[in-house]
């Protein structure tokens, strides 16, 4: 499974060749669609239409994850007590991409701190 945070979303969201081959790899590597968690919209998005459009066109291609569980947000804050560093967002990025899952984002160092606390989480920047 591949997870994205806010940093994902913008990058992915951008209309270039190179995200165009970057989601192509992904593609071909079966990590597609993404999920992107609804609390990482919140990060990613603006509140206007105009500025949002590419961001809006991107999401429609991932799996918008809308529900974060009791248990999700257990495990998040238990990931950020260990790391001692990260988001509450990141933390529910992480959590979610328990087992072997793997996360893009803009945000290495606090998202790869919640991840040495995981079961196989792995980080991959963008």
Do not use: Y
Not at 1 to 21: C, F, H, K, N, P
Not at 54 to 65: A, D, G, P, Q, S
């Amino acid at each position: 499974m591949l997870i994205i945070d806010s940093g994902g979303v913008s990058r992915l969201a951008e209309r270039s060749t190179r995200t165009l081959a970057l989601i192509r790899a992904l593609r071909a590597a079966e990590l597609w669609p993404p999920v992107a968690p609804t609390v990482v919209l919140v990060e990613s998005l603006q509140g206007h239409s105009g500025r949002d459009a590419n961001t809006n066109r991107f999401l429609k291609t991932c799996l918008v994850e809308d529900i974060v569980s009791e248990r999700i947000a257990r495990r998040a804050a238990e990931l950020r007590r260990r790391a001692r560093r990260g988001s509450a967002v990141d933390a529910i990025v992480v959590a979610l991409a328990e087992p072997g899952g793997v996360i893009l984002t803009g945000d290495q160092a606090d998202i790869g701190a919640l991840a040495a606390h995981t079961d196989e989480v792995s980080v991959e920047a963008i």
